[in-house]
């Protein structure tokens, strides 16, 4: 399994503000993957990102709201851009499993963002 | 339009007893199921999973069983011990592979009371 942290774990954020979240994993891993979970609601893949490429994003976020760095293979950030309440969420970043079948999913703690 | 549901948002059960946790799909591509466990504070942690070419798979007190043609899954924890309380998910995958993304359900919060 893979060890994932999340920075920060938590933030409160007036509306109209940016914030950047950072994923740091203790291995090399291909593929990494952000997530949104809204209050009650299940969690949303919001983009995947591969080293060295552009995110790929899910139907529903574009770039300019949420951009995505990949700079090398342990390590990514997520922006949250012009924040509304809307996007007070937990959100969480995963990397690929390194087992070569029945691959699962490995989850960082995740980062509450409370927009006011 | 959910894909992956989870209709019991909480279910509660005696120490010692069975949990089962249920879950439907609808998108017959997918392939592969997968459940996490999720305490608070904390991200989701993989469980178990089962291809769909298998209707049974078992660890430990953790068994899936996947209903292909029902399109329907469910998680039986047996026996039940209150470390056991979290909320679990049921995510879906088209195919086994961990570079797919996973469509997850809104998870059901299992209590298990001493």
């Known amino acids: 399994s893979a060890v994932i942290s999340q920075k920060p774990s938590r933030d409160i954020c007036q509306r109209g503000t940016s914030l950047t979240i950072q994923c740091q994993v203790d291995s090399q891993v291909t593929m990494m993957f952000w997530y949104r979970q809204q209050p009650g609601q299940s969690l949303t893949l919001i983009a995947t990102?591969?080293?060295?490429?552009?995110?790929?994003?899910e139907s529903g976020f574009v770039i300019d709201k949420f951009p995505i760095s990949r700079p090398n293979l342990t390590f990514s950030t997520l922006t949250v851009s012009n924040m509304s309440p809307e996007d007070s969420s937990i959100y969480l970043c995963?990397?690929?499993?390194?087992?070569?079948?029945?691959?699962?999913?490995?989850f960082g703690p995740g980062t509450r963002l409370t927009v006011l | 339009d959910q894909q992956v549901k989870q209709n019991s948002p909480s279910l509660s059960v005696q120490e010692g007893r069975i949990s089962i946790l249920n879950c439907d799909y609808t998108n017959s591509m997918f392939d592969y199921f997968l459940w996490y466990k999720k305490y608070p504070a904390e991200g989701p942690t993989f469980l178990i999973s089962i291809s769909s070419i298998k209707d049974k798979n078992e660890d430990g007190r953790f068994t899936v069983f996947l209903n292909k043609s029902a399109k329907h899954l469910s998680l039986h924890i047996v026996p039940s011990q209150p470390g056991d309380s979290a909320v679990y998910f049921c995510?879906?995958?088209?195919?086994?592979?961990?570079?797919?993304?996973?469509?997850f359900g809104k998870g059901t919060k299992l209590t298990v009371n001493p």
């Open positions: 995963s990397v690929d499993g390194r087992r070569v079948l029945f691959n699962e999913q490995f």
């Open positions: 990102a591969n080293q060295g490429s552009e995110a790929t994003y």
């Open positions: 995510a879906a995958s088209p195919t086994q592979g961990g570079s797919e993304k996973l469509v």
